[in-house]
């Protein structure tokens, strides 16, 4: 694999002449992307991105081998594919690529300028609730399902962050823990009493772990999936952090509020994550705080 957080020797792509009072110009007739180009682009990205940015990039772009770099050629290869949704992400990749390629002065316009993104649907999400989550705690095998359950669901982990925990990354004072999220920054998320009684039952029989679980992610998704199957509704990493955004929310706890508690970059991260909230949720908040008046 390619992906390594290690710098590779960038292969030579073709020599640019200056010509005064003008970008550099290239021969642009018929210029593919190549294997060169590609490896080129992922080892010149800045230090600290994640393997999962990096193994995106190389999944998307690796398909994207030969096509034109032209607007024509790169709008023909994201109409031949059909994965739905997962079509912007193709091109979001040669967004990177392209804007790489001409900051470089290896392509002589920047041809993903006039390409438009696919349209993404915007389907209803699922998002666990409160009384969802009881159910799954009722339903888990053992203490340490259980601590995962409401751990992802006080905090809105990510489950790299959720299984790279230690025991030592726990505040107990503040019920807080430290995490490294994207960007490979340092951050923290919150829990609630009741997740630090389960988390202190299991750590005082199975506290010799290097992590705090002692799972993979792969590990806890094999769990959720099958929890999800035994209790007849979607449940899985991400269905955890959409409840705990649209969660809070119904709470009343202001988006930029949640924005930090829930380590997003943007508050239109947020707002993507409490998409499942409906009117019928809105509505029934309106009326509490009209009764509080």
Not at 168 to 191: H, M, P, Q, S, Y
Not at 230 to 244: E, I, L, Q, T
Request: proline share 4%; hydrophobic share 35%; glycine share 4%.
């Amino acid at each position: 694999m390619i992906l390594s957080h290690a710098r590779l020797p960038i292969p030579t792509l073709p020599q640019i002449r200056n010509q005064p009072d003008s970008r550099p110009k290239v021969n642009q007739v018929n210029q593919k992307l190549t294997n060169d180009m590609l490896s080129a682009f992922l080892s010149s990205r800045r230090q600290g991105i994640s393997n999962h940015t990096l193994l995106f990039y190389q999944r998307c772009l690796s398909k994207a081998i030969g096509i034109e770099l032209t607007s024509e050629g790169i709008s023909a290869f994201l109409a031949s594919l059909s994965c739905g949704n997962a079509k912007h992400g193709y091109f979001r990749a040669l967004r990177a690529l392209c804007n790489w390629l001409y900051r470089q002065n290896h392509l002589q316009d920047n041809p993903v300028q006039v390409v438009d993104a696919p349209i993404i649907a915007k389907k209803l999400l699922p998002s666990l609730t409160f009384e969802q989550v009881q159910i799954l705690l009722d339903s888990a095998d053992n203490i340490r399902d259980k601590c995962i359950i409401s751990l992802l669901f006080d905090s809105g982990l990510r489950l790299n962050e959720i299984c790279t925990i230690t025991p030592e990354d726990i505040d107990w004072d503040d019920l807080t823990v430290k995490v490294t999220v994207k960007g490979n920054r340092e951050a923290k998320a919150a829990f609630t009493p009741s997740t630090t009684k389960l988390l202190k039952e299991y750590l005082s029989y199975n506290g010799h772990d290097e992590t705090l679980l002692g799972m993979k992610p792969r590990g806890v998704q094999d769990m959720l999936s099958r929890l999800s199957r035994r209790v007849g509704f979607p449940c899985n990493a991400h269905s955890f952090r959409r409840g705990f955004a649209c969660n809070l929310h119904k709470r009343g706890l202001s988006t930029l509020s949640i924005m930090h508690l829930g380590r997003w970059s943007s508050l239109e991260m947020v707002s993507k994550y409490c998409h499942s909230i409906t009117f019928d949720d809105c509505l029934e908040h309106y009326k509490k705080l009209q009764r509080l008046t």
